[in-house]
């Protein structure tokens, strides 16, 4: 009998099906493995976080593990999100997010929605982020997870130093660092004292920003790079701040052997900032443009990469009130089963009595008509919020235009100088005058860029017309100064000394110089080399506008074309200039839009080989003399 039972359990031992089993559970340890390593590299090395992810994610998808994979793509999110590459970051989430709201993973949904609320941040949504934040803390604290809890108070500060609220933001890293003191261990522990550094940073308190950088670097355990990095690049900072350059530099020349060994383009670009100030203020003026060169580089890239996330990120909010209708569809579906199972108990009391019966029907016919008008109010809110969004939507995709329409021409005048200097076209003399020109070119174009976005920003639930008191000279002047390169490769002088000064007009500042950009670079683009453009204004006291007269010398414009440009056509064909300069076809479309938005008047007088004059109305304030004196 006991042969018997050990020849069962050879056979047993060694069936397929024994096969299979121990295959299985070897693939699951091999995957808890794969992702044990892959978010232990998240924030240290991330090619290994992406090769064990990508691998565990196979197997994970082989073996159908719902959990395990909506898992695998919240780390994806996070690893993407640390990259800086928004767009993939909100795709892993809301995988993970579709995922465990299928499994009711209640961990896993707090992750996700923790993603998006980072999201939120890098869109400069902050309000919204600090609200998503806030539900997470709330989860996380039900479920006690307090490793989730410090994650999440930490997020949270961002937003609220980003906000200027410090002594919120304040709080709010310190209930991180308490929730995260038994998981010191981990890589977030170091992050948020750095984080309570740079936040005393931005305050002002140097010495306690500096007090939490030398905790960082004091840490027993094994510093990341990013943490390192993030450091030494904050002392550098402190040191700049506080006069000390020279120490300044040291510093930064340590955090850059830590950055270069990291893929986050923000950090990169906080230290090329930080190093552009240090090599100026040492009269090193190479090192200082190379920096600067790569801070506008990283700061470019990510410009393009939050520009692409944003609008995705719309995208994505129109798919959200998408799935908010399938979510109303099956409440609706509930409700009807809902009532179907209140209808059967109707029925059966009906035996009982049918009095009882029809007062029980009334009363489910009643909240099932109840439930149906609130579903269709929620419809129509919905649909009134998807109006809205398609609406920002094209707002913004109009203001991106009109910031990359704004930025070609003083990118391709130091492209062209930078070129020039590259084939030793020039002399010595020439180099010197070409480097004075470039600074002037690029600080011109800074400035700019400041201006274009902190207009932009405020613009970014729709174009708005602010129309205030504005002197129109000042703006002419200063619009004329950043046209030097333009003028000079063409040998172009523009006379603005007619204008008068101090002339007030009641228009929105910064619309007025996208006006002024494009008329003024359109008539550079048409003139003759060795030529004149002239500017000036003219009014009458009984009078309720202000002209402003561009005139040129250039090739004149055609009767055809002029038909052309005051069309309701979205786009004007773009033409070559007198040096073969191209165009997008925006700009006069942007000037005639903001003329009307300005309740402004334009005219256009020309002849083809007679030049063109402009004529730019706008209305006419008065402004007292104490206020100008002022």
Not at 174 to 194: C, F, S, W
Not at 268 to 294: F, H, I, P, W
Not at 572 to 584: A, P
Not at 594 to 610: L, R, V
Request: hydrophobic share 35%; net charge negative.
């Amino acid at each position: 009998m006991s042969k018997l039972i050990l020849l069962i359990s050879l056979v047993w031992a060694f069936s397929p099906f024994q096969e299979e089993s121990t295959d299985q559970n070897e693939s699951e340890f091999l995957l808890n493995s794969l992702i044990d390593k892959g978010e232990k590299y998240l924030y240290v090395e991330w090619d290994s976080a992406y090769h064990y992810l990508s691998q565990a994610d196979s197997i994970a998808r082989s073996l159908n593990e719902e959990n395990k994979i909506g898992k695998i793509a919240n780390l994806f999110g996070t690893l993407y999100y640390v990259e800086g590459d928004y767009v993939e970051s909100m795709k892993h989430f809301t995988i993970a997010n579709e995922i465990f709201n299928k499994t009711q993973d209640v961990s896993g949904i707090s992750y996700a929605l923790n993603g998006r609320g980072l999201i939120s941040l890098s869109q400069n949504e902050l309000e919204e982020a600090i609200d998503v934040f806030n539900r997470c803390i709330n989860i996380n604290k039900s479920l006690g997870d307090t490793y989730g809890v410090g994650k999440n108070y930490f997020n949270r500060s961002i937003a609220e130093s980003d906000l200027g609220q410090f002594d919120k933001a304040h709080k709010s890293i310190d209930l991180a660092l308490e929730y995260l003191n038994d998981h010191k261990d981990r890589v977030i522990y170091t992050m948020t004292l750095n984080r309570a550094g740079k936040i005393y940073f931005d305050e002002g308190k140097l010495d306690e920003s500096e007090e939490y950088y030398n905790r960082v670097l004091d840490y027993p355990g094994t510093l990341t790079n990013w943490a390192n990095a993030f450091a030494y690049s904050g002392l550098a900072e402190i040191e700049l701040a506080k006069g000390n350059t020279r120490k300044a530099l040291d510093l930064g020349e340590i955090a850059q052997g830590y950055v270069d060994k990291t893929r986050g383009y923000w950090d990169k670009g906080r230290l090329a900032k930080t190093l552009m100030s240090v090599y100026e203020d040492l009269g090193q003026y190479d090192e200082a443009l190379t920096n600067s060169k790569l801070y506008k580089a990283y700061s470019d890239s990510l410009y393009s990469e939050n520009k692409n996330a944003e609008i995705s990120y719309l995208q994505l909010l129109l798919a959200n009130a998408d799935n908010q209708n399938l979510k109303q569809e099956k409440v609706l579906a509930e409700n009807s089963a809902e009532f179907n199972r209140k209808f059967t108990i109707i029925l059966t009391i009906v035996l009982i009595g049918l009095i009882i019966g029809f007062i029980l029907y009334g009363r489910v016919i009643k909240e099932k008509e109840k439930i149906n008008q609130v579903l269709l109010e929620k419809q129509n809110e919905i649909q009134v919020q998807n109006e809205k969004l398609e609406a920002i939507n094209e707002e913004k995709n109009k203001l991106f235009s009109i910031l990359s329409h704004d930025l070609k021409a003083p990118i391709n005048s130091v492209k062209q100088l930078l070129e020039l200097e590259e084939k030793g076209v020039l002399d010595e003399e020439e180099q010197k005058s070409a480097r004075k020109l470039l600074i002037k070119q690029v600080s011109d174009t800074d400035q700019m860029l400041r201006k274009l976005l902190r207009w932009s920003h405020a613009q970014l639930d729709g174009i708005l017309t602010n129309r205030t008191p504005t002197n129109l000279s000042e703006i002419v002047n200063e619009e004329v100064d950043q046209l030097d390169y333009q003028t000079i490769s063409k040998n172009i002088n523009i006379d603005a000394s007619l204008t008068f000064d101090s002339l007030h007009v009641l228009v929105d500042p910064q619309q007025v110089r996208i006006i002024l950009q494009n008329c003024l670079q359109n008539s550079i683009k048409f003139s003759n080399p060795n030529s004149e453009i002239k500017v000036w204004n003219s009014h009458h006291d009984d009078e309720e506008y202000v002209n402003l007269h561009i005139k040129d010398e250039g090739i004149g414009i055609s009767d055809e074309k002029l038909s052309e440009i005051f069309s309701q056509v979205v786009r004007v064909k773009s033409t070559e200039g007198t040096q073969k300069e191209k165009g997008t076809g925006l700009g006069l479309l942007l000037v005639r839009q903001f003329m009307e938005k300005n309740q402004g008047h334009i005219q256009i007088q020309s002849k083809p080989g007679e030049g063109t004059e402009i004529i730019l109305s706008f209305e006419k304030i008065n402004v007292p003399q104490e206020s100008i004196d002022s």
